[in-house]
């Protein structure tokens, strides 16, 4: 092509629609927790896994990187150490070396130094590997904190 025809703007026929653009929603499957599923990410595209995440949620997220005790409702186990990365109202995502299934309903303890723990009963929605042999655990609480003794 000329420089000349190259510089020409190009007309498209007014009867011609563009291409419909997929919604970041549309790339990202979600498998209800009913169906014991979990997030399912499009491989190698983390950030608009994160921006999906972030708009969905409804209260704000505290990071606070505080010793987090876990205990399974169901079963006669043991507790489980984990760290809280961040809570919310409604939620907290713990950091964990031993994996806790998705639909798990559990038992959260989040101990601060000087203060009474803090207590939460909560269901597992999601599980991700993390750095290390650590695993990301997103937890919904089904009822406000309270503090325990």
């Not at 929603?25 to 599923?37: D, K, S």
């Not at 399974?72 to 760290?83: I, L, N, Q, S, W």
């Not at 994996?99 to 959260?108: D, F, Q, W, Y």
């Not at 269901?123 to 590997?129: A, I």
């Amino acid at each position: 092509m000329s420089p000349r025809e190259l510089a020409k703007p190009k007309s498209s026929p007014v009867h011609q629609r563009p291409e419909p653009q997929p919604s970041r929603h549309a790339l990202i499957p979600i498998v209800g927790v009913g169906a014991g599923g979990a997030f399912t990410p499009v491989p190698g595209d983390r950030s608009m896994i994160r921006e999906a995440r972030r708009s969905e949620r409804s209260e704000r997220r505290y990071p606070i990187r505080q010793p987090a005790f876990v205990k399974f409702r169901a079963e006669e186990r043991g507790e489980v150490e984990a760290v809280a990365e961040n809570v919310s109202t409604r939620g907290l995502l713990l950091r964990c070396e031993t994996l806790i299934p998705v639909c798990s309903k559990i038992e959260v303890t989040l101990r601060f130094p000087g203060a009474l723990p803090v207590r939460g009963a909560g269901q597992v929605l999601r599980v991700e590997p993390s750095a290390g042999a650590a695993f990301l655990i997103a937890v919904r609480c089904e009822a406000p904190w309270e503090f325990s003794r």
